[in-house]
């Protein structure tokens, strides 16, 4: 049964995380974790008119944890909000609540339905879908924030449920 839950696709996707640095001058900083595992992802993003230019993340996950990241990492460039809620959204109900894989744009998240069987892996594939969309939630906050002259802190922590 672990033989299908790391199977080669997910180790491949593992295997190949991008942007593992962090971004010097970030405009949205969040960080998602899992109590019940200990994996944490630390994530950047720098926003152009309210899509994702620059994105880099810290990823301290199981394989499954970095195979997510790897297939968001792959996609996050370019990307709003709400595309990045859409993915984030899209892998919750395939894992939590039996939806079918999504397809267009997060279609690649279908390698990760074999973790819908282990409840307690749940937290960790949805890490960095939880850190991106805070992160870019809150650059967008503090852009507005900017706009009207407040000013606005720059990380978000975050623990993302079981």
Not at 55 to 76: P, Y
Not at 89 to 105: Q, S, T
Request: with cysteine; charged share 25%.
């Amino acid at each position: 049964m672990l033989s299908e839950l790391y199977n080669k696709k997910i180790l491949a996707a593992a295997a190949a995380i991008p942007f593992l640095e962090r971004l010097d001058s970030p405009n949205g900083t969040a960080r998602a974790h899992s109590k019940l595992c200990g994996s944490t992802v630390e994530v950047d993003v720098r926003l152009e008119e309210d899509r994702v230019a620059a994105f880099d993340q810290s990823v301290k996950a199981c394989a499954l944890g970095q195979a997510s990241a790897s297939l968001l990492g792959q996609t996050v460039i370019g990307r709003s909000v709400d595309e990045l809620r859409q993915g984030r959204d899209a892998l919750r109900a395939m894992l939590k609540d039996g939806a079918p894989p999504p397809d267009g744009l997060w279609a690649d998240l279908e390698i990760l339905e074999p973790v819908r069987d282990f409840k307690a892996r749940h937290a960790s594939t949805m890490l960095a879908f939880e850190a991106t969309v805070e992160a870019v939630e809150k650059a967008l906050a503090g852009t507005a924030a900017d706009q009207t002259g407040a000013s606005s802190a720059s990380t978000v922590t975050s623990e993302a449920a079981v």
